[in-house]
């Protein structure tokens, strides 16, 4: 009798697992669960609809059609309630136990809402599902103000739909700067004035008291800690995710911030492996836990867990260089590894977790040491030395000494010992 294997997420973790599953085991049966209403699409692609520059056929990957064709029995709009593993069952809202023999969960996230009064008001918007970017391209539509929340790379895509649009925002940031801890505030800086270009203007150490409202509940604008009343149509709110492991609760299966995976995606639990940005695995690269979302990273793990459910584990080991890049100004930004790690070794420009050089108004450069091994960095405008990086990166060799070496303007592996 064939393996039977669910999978919970349709994202691009599960979505890969599902094809490479089928491609590996032609007999199996698969079923896919996702409390989505649509399949799998390119979640990326949804900030290029929201500004309005795509339409929505680009953004879909996978029509039903996709999965019919491959005999895989897709579930949308289904959530589930409860696992028991011993039984080895999945059981589901409309009260199904889906029966496996391997399961993989790779249900993301949902994004953290802010603690404050009226955060849930009509035109307050999140960006994380197709959905969300519907939401916001309606009201984006119809708006001359806007309020932004998140000093990450989620409050960044709400930038980039405003700056497209010609609408006035505000970006509220807790910290000195935009993403601070991966860019020193002379990298931010260079981000905040492609923010003012775009018509967003960066507010720097604040943070949200409460969301105004009118008489039909309609978000009116935000009142910031030092009581500044700014006017916004719609905000959009980027501070992180909450992962969706509720289900996992009363279960054997370790869960940490995220579901505990060693290197080949597997759980601390028989035949119940884990994907994409709910994981926390282990970094065979950083020979550390780690944890990140980037959409590389997710289909790579997508795949690694598939061929260790049907072939075994220990067939595929994950090793991968995630990486982050914005287009949203007229120079690029790019964060490869993992900037946010770093040693209190050696500084300059007073960057306690590593060194930076600004090669001109719109060129800069950081890396981040680990141990004396590369372990990442953020690039903007010149691009080109990514591919050096990452390979040094992938290396793990003790080079913090020749950092001055990575920041001349063109990287010579050869001169690296």
Not at 32 to 60: C, H, Q
Not at 88 to 93: D, P
Request: aromatic residues 8%; proline residues 3%.
């Amino acid at each position: 009798m064939a393996d039977s294997y669910v999978i919970l997420g349709d994202g691009v973790a599960g979505s890969s697992a599902a094809g490479t599953i089928r491609e590996e085991a032609p007999e199996a049966e698969i079923t896919v669960v996702t409390d989505e209403g649509e399949p799998f699409y390119n979640r990326i692609l949804t900030k290029e609809f929201a500004k309005g520059k795509l339409p929505e056929a680009p953004v879909s990957i996978h029509e039903e059609g996709w999965y019919e064709d491959r005999d895989i029995d897709l579930r949308l709009n289904t959530f589930v309630t409860d696992l028991d593993t011993d039984a080895q069952e999945v059981h589901t809202h409309g009260g199904d136990a889906l029966s496996y023999d391997k399961l993989l969960v790779a249900t993301g996230g949902t994004p953290l809402q802010l603690p404050v009064a009226n955060a849930d008001a009509d035109g307050i918007h999140h960006f994380w599902t197709f959905q969300d970017a519907r939401g916001i391209a309606e009201d984006a539509d119809e708006s001359d103000s806007a309020v932004i929340i998140g000093a990450g790379l989620l409050g960044i895509d709400f930038v980039g739909v405003c700056g497209v649009r010609g609408i006035d925002a505000k970006l509220i940031m807790r910290g000195k700067g935009w993403w601070r801890y991966a860019c020193t505030e002379t990298g931010s800086e260079i981000i905040h004035e492609g923010m003012r270009e775009l018509g967003v203007e960066p507010i720097t150490e604040s943070g949200v008291e409460r969301f105004e409202v009118d008489d039909g509940g309609h978000v009116t604008g935000a009142v910031d800690v030092d009581g500044n009343f700014h006017d916004a149509d719609w905000v959009g709110v980027g501070i992180g995710l909450n992962f969706n492991t509720e289900f996992l609760q009363g279960t054997p299966v370790e869960t940490d911030g995220g579901v505990i995976v060693d290197e080949h995606m597997r759980t601390n639990v028989e035949n119940v492996y884990a994907a994409g940005d709910i994981t926390r695995y282990y970094d065979v690269i950083l020979e550390d836990r780690n944890q990140n979302g980037s959409w590389g990273s997710a289909k790579e793990q997508g795949n690694t867990a598939a061929l260790n459910m049907v072939n075994g584990h220990g067939a595929d080991t994950f090793e991968y260089v995630p990486s982050y890049s914005i287009t949203h100004f007229d120079f690029p930004f790019l964060s490869l590894g993992h900037p946010t790690r770093g040693s209190d070794g050696p500084v300059t420009q007073g960057d306690p977790h590593g060194y930076e050089r600004k090669y001109g108004d719109r060129e800069w450069r950081r890396i981040a040491f680990e141990d004396g091994r590369l372990v990442g960095a953020a690039l903007i405008g010149d691009l080109s030395p990514q591919t050096k990086l990452k390979q040094l990166i992938r290396e793990g060799r003790e080079i913090e000494d020749q950092a001055e070496k990575l920041l001349e303007r063109d990287i010579d592996l050869d001169n690296i010992e």
